[in-house]
Every structure is written in C-alpha cells, then in structure tokens.
C-alpha cells in the first residue's frame, strides 16, 4: 500500500480511527491481563432464570456493547461460581474453571451476584503447591517465626525446532514471600511478583523479568491436593 493510498484511507474513515485511539485496557477482559488487575478481584455466582445459559461476550470490534454480535458459545448457567474482576455499568469481567479449561470474559453485570468478601488467610493458609497449568507456585514455611518461602518454576513453549519439538522457555524464581492480609509479594534479582488470595484461587502477576521469552508468572492458580 503506497503512503498516498494510506493517507486517503485515513481520510476516508475518520470515525473508525478515533474508535481505534479510544481503545484501552478497560475494554478488554482476558486471560493475560485479569490476574494482574488483582484490585478488582472478588467472588460471585452467577444468577438467572432455571436453565437460562448467560453466555460470553467479546471484547473487540466495539464488543460487547454490540451485545448480540458479541455472544461466544461458551455459556455459564445460575449458580456456577466465578471470580469477578472490573466491572462497568453493564458488564462485569469473569473468570470460570471448568473441568477442562478457564473461560474469562464479559457477561451482562445483572447475572452476577456478588458473594461477601471471603475471609483473610493467614500466612499459613497460603502454603501449599499452586498450579495454573505448567507453571508452579510453592509456598512453604522457613521455620523462622512464621516466615514464608516461595519457589516458582515457569515454562511457556513457543515455536517449534526443526524436528518438530516445541521451544520450551523458563523461568521462576525463588525468595522469602511477604504477606499483607489478601496480598503478598516476593522478589529476586530484579524479579517482582504479585500475589493475591481470592478464596481458594490465587491470583499471581509479575514485572516481566522473571524468565525468558514470554515466561510471566501472570494467572489464575488452584492449590493441589496435597
């Protein structure tokens, strides 16, 4: 496309550049950016008429106050319990387990009760292995008056090698873990990291310099049986 040719596009559809200017993070609500808005998060069940499928919304092209061109297939139904993230006039930003895999996205803000705020852990109650998907969190006590340890072990794969074999990236780190109430935080050698305790979730963020090529401790974790 010739510079002549893109100037006069731009002309053309003035509107849709304004629109696109206007796009920010408050727009969207997806899996990379809801475990670092930990401010927001809380937990809610969704509710609605008996058999009544509240789906997903988008959050691209104008959505979801587009609403009907919107709709994903995914759906939640009444009583299915979710953690809540921002929310506006219309819409709240929820994250759902499912036996299989996490769904995080819009849905209309009637259909989400929220539930009281769950009571403060104490610092004993976030030892444990936490897993989301490959990436690990353990916390563990260093038997020194109630001091807690954190060890994190990252991969993220991405591209393949000629054989075929994905290309593995890691990171983690490892580090004494402050806990302030919902919220903790460790750090080492640059590598910062977010925590925060939603019921039985946590939420885990970082500064981006905790491991190679994409590796991020950002995400939802569930604690494993022990």
Request: charged share 20%.
């Amino acid at each position: 496309m010739t510079s002549t040719c893109i100037r006069l596009c731009l002309l053309l559809i003035p509107v849709a550049s304004a629109a696109q200017a206007q796009v920010s993070d408050a727009d969207f609500c997806r899996n990379g950016l809801f475990p670092s808005e930990q401010e927001h998060l809380g937990l809610g069940v969704i509710q609605g008429r008996e058999g009544e499928k509240v789906h997903f919304l988008g959050d691209m092209d104008g959505c979801p106050a587009r609403k009907e061109s919107c709709v994903s297939p995914a759906y939640l139904v009444p009583g299915d319990r979710v953690v809540v993230g921002k929310s506006n006039a219309e819409w709240s930003c929820v994250w759902y387990q499912g036996r299989k895999h996490e769904s995080v996205s819009w849905v209309p803000k009637k259909n989400v009760a929220m539930l009281p705020a769950p009571p403060i852990h104490p610092p004993g109650d976030w030892v444990g292995v936490w897993a989301d998907g490959p990436n690990r969190i353990r916390i563990s006590s260093t038997g020194k008056g109630g001091e807690l340890a954190m060890l994190s072990t990252l991969r993220w794969e991405g591209g393949t090698l000629p054989n075929g074999e994905p290309i593995a990236h890691f990171g983690g780190m490892s580090g004494v873990l402050h806990v302030d109430g919902r919220h903790a935080g460790a750090a080492q050698s640059g590598c910062q990291v977010r925590l925060a305790r939603i019921g039985d979730y946590l939420a885990a963020d970082d500064n981006g310099t905790c491991g190679g090529m994409n590796v991020r401790h950002t995400g939802m974790y569930l604690r494993r049986p022990r």
